[in-house]
């Protein structure tokens, strides 16, 4: 979503003859497009700007700007610790950049939430390549009770179906063979009576395009009618879906304001099996909230091996201001944290390998999307299942589609060699 916003904002500036350069010590103007979601994030800014700061000594024309979810969270406190910060602009006032940085005096705070704000009619600078991200909905209305998402991009909007498919149009125009659909909450997408499969639907007739994906859904919106979709329309769309479950202990899941018990998350992924047997699963899944025993970390590492994920991406619980559980004691020692994220990181390589060694001997369809990264005698692509598979460059061209038989699984890639 980040570097979608990014592709607005440089879209916006490149359109008022801006260019872009490679190194921040020529730059006149440097934005930093941030997040807020974990602390961590936050602190990697704070060290960012503080590198940053030297430059507006040897150029006093230089902005410096922090952008996105960061902005909006610490507001003017930004300007508190770091006073040599010129702009701060939350993620719904992009559109004012070229106004702030045409003003020649103080720091300046925009950090209003619009309901509306979908940037519709802007251009993103796309980054040449294979994927084109195609933002369809902003902010989020689900307020789970460890996400500071909801107060740092407000509530749901959508935007209009027939300006998606345009863009869609626009890219494959621009030459991406990919699309990628953005969201928060992607799949409770909603225009008018257009739901998300309706859009998904009306992708599909993109000519040019040869793969629709989506991130990410929250497993309460996932419904037959999309799964349906998944079914009619794979491999052009996607046989992947990003479900996160974050916890498996009904408690925590309670805790967390996550709408679904195990039992329902897990009847979901049967059903999506169902519809789709070989869809490609990944997640994501916190640890250490507060009050999670070893006991309800267990019923987490039972659902992970129940459905035996593609992939996770995994966390250590982070408080963040605002939310719910902010107001909760964050009762699980970094110690404990630290050793259940490393049981379940081992547990999730095992998964992975098991999942990516049930495909040798199988023909795979790939992308072919550019050079392998260990040797320049081979290119990688993905499957539509979202995995990279590493095979020899013959007379393959990036953007390919190409059908190859898989002949081994090491890590987190696939192998087509001869
Ligand atoms: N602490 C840890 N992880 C978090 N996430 C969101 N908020 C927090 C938090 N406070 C994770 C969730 C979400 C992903 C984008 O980040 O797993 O799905
Ligand atoms: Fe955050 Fe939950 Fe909304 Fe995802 S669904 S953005 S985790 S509040």
């Given amino acids: 979503m980040n ?38 994030a936050e602190q990697k800014i704070h060290s960012r700007l503080g590198e940053l700061k030297h430059l507006k000594t040897k150029n006093p024309n230089l902005k410096l700007g922090v952008l996105g979810c960061m902005a909006q969270n610490l507001k003017d406190d930004i300007l508190k610790s770091k006073p040599y910060v010129d702009i701060v602009l939350g993620p719904d006032s992009y559109r004012s950049i070229l106004q702030h940085l045409d003003e020649e005096d103080e720091s300046v705070v925009d950090t209003k939430l619009l309901k509306f704000e979908v940037y519709e009619g802007l251009f993103p ?27 740092t991009r407000g509530r749901e909007r959508s935007r209009n179906i ?37 859009l998904l639907l009306a992708l599909t007739e993109v000519k040019g395009i040869k793969r ?25 769309i996607a046989n992947h879906i990003h479900l996160p479950l974050q916890a498996g202990s009904n408690t925590v899941l ?10 329902h998350y897990l009847k979901l992924v049967d059903m999506i099996r169902h519809y ?8 994501d899944v916190i640890v250490g909230f507060p009050g999670e025993t070893d006991a309800d970390f267990r019923e987490t590492l039972k659902v992970m091996e129940t459905v035996k994920y593609d992939s996770a991406y995994t966390f250590k619980y982070s408080p963040r201001p605002h939310t719910k559980a902010y107001t909760m004691t964050d009762d699980v020692s970094e110690k404990e944290k630290a050793a259940r994220l490393t049981e379940l990181i ?33 290119l990688k692509g993905r499957t539509a299942c979202n995995k990279i598979v590493v095979f020899p460059r013959g007379t393959y061209q990036a953007k390919d589609l190409i059908k190859r038989k898989i002949t081994d699984a090491q890590g987190v890639t696939l192998f087509s060699r001869p």
């Avoid at 916006?12 to 807020?36: E, F, G, K, R």
């Fill in 212 to 236: 629709v994906r989506y991130t990410s859904p929250h497993p309460q919106d996932v419904d037959e009618d999309l799964l349906k979709v998944h079914a009619d329309f794979k491999p052009l």
């Fill in 346 to 378: 081992v547990r999730q390589k095992e998964h992975t390998l098991y999942n990516y060694r049930k495909l040798i001997g199988k023909e795979v369809e790939i992308l072919v999307e550019s050079e392998s990264k260990r040797s320049p005698e081979e």
């Fill in 254 to 263: 309670q805790a967390m304001n996550r709408t679904y018990t195990q039992k």
């Fill in 276 to 283: 789709v047997p070989d869809m490609g699963i990944t997640t």
């Fill in 125 to 151: 600078a796309r980054k040449k390549g294979i994927n084109a991200w195609i933002s369809i909905m902003r902010g989020c209305n689900k307020f789970c009770s460890y996400c500071i998402v909801p107060y």
């Fill in 162 to 198: 027939k300006s998606i498919v345009e863009e869609a149009h626009r890219s494959v125009d621009q030459g991406f063979v990919e699309i990628t659909l953005l969201g928060q909450n992607v799949n409770s997408y909603h225009y008018e009576d257009q739901r998300f499969h309706s």
């Fill in 3 to 40: 570097e979608y916003d990014s592709e607005i904002l440089s879209g916006i500036l490149q359109n008022d003859n801006y260019t872009l350069t490679d190194t921040p010590d020529n730059a006149d103007v440097i934005l930093l497009n941030t997040c807020s979601v974990r602390d961590h």
